[in-house]
């Protein structure tokens, strides 16, 4: 874990509204620093590490079809994260003009729940990825 990195993350997330609201970051803010391997999909089978599911949201980011992918971060759980731990985050945002059971296929690797959606926006969370037109909100999780 690098410390400054997650440290930093907190921070951004805190000011953000983290403490209160769902705040979404994008892949490169979450997955920047942290190995830690609960931070997200936590009951992904044991031998998937989380290189597996940051490379297959990467992946999923460049589909010509996907437009944008954020992680959205739970309310943050801790005043002071310990040294092993990361904000957690239960599920993506994935602004697509692909079908929920289309970003099921293309995430299966990463032992994915079924998609929500699709859906015009994603208001809830604060700063949520733009929906341009001809595209909607996908909501992927992990149980």
């Not at 297959?56 to 992918?69: A, K, S, T």
């Not at 994260?81 to 296929?105: K, M, N, R």
């Not at 293309?106 to 729940?113: C, P, R, Y």
Request: hydrophobic share 40%; proline share 7%.
């Amino acid at each position: 874990m690098d410390l400054v990195k997650q440290t930093a993350f907190v921070e951004h997330v805190r000011q953000r509204g983290g403490a209160s609201a769902q705040v979404a970051v994008t892949l490169e803010q979450f997955f920047d620093g942290n190995d830690c391997e609960w931070s997200i999909a936590p009951n992904r089978p044991e031998d998937m590490p989380l290189e597996t599911v940051r490379r297959v949201l990467l992946e999923l980011r460049e589909h010509p079809e996907v437009h944008d992918v954020r992680v959205e971060l739970d309310v943050l759980e801790f005043q002071d994260f310990p040294d092993d731990e990361w904000p957690f985050a239960s599920g993506v945002a994935v602004i697509t003009t692909l079908q929920p059971e289309e970003v099921d296929a293309m995430t299966v690797e990463a032992d994915t729940e079924c998609s929500g959606g699709p859906a015009a926006q994603a208001d809830w969370l604060v700063d949520g990825p733009a929906v341009p037109e001809g595209h909607h909100y996908v909501g992927v999780w992990w149980d």
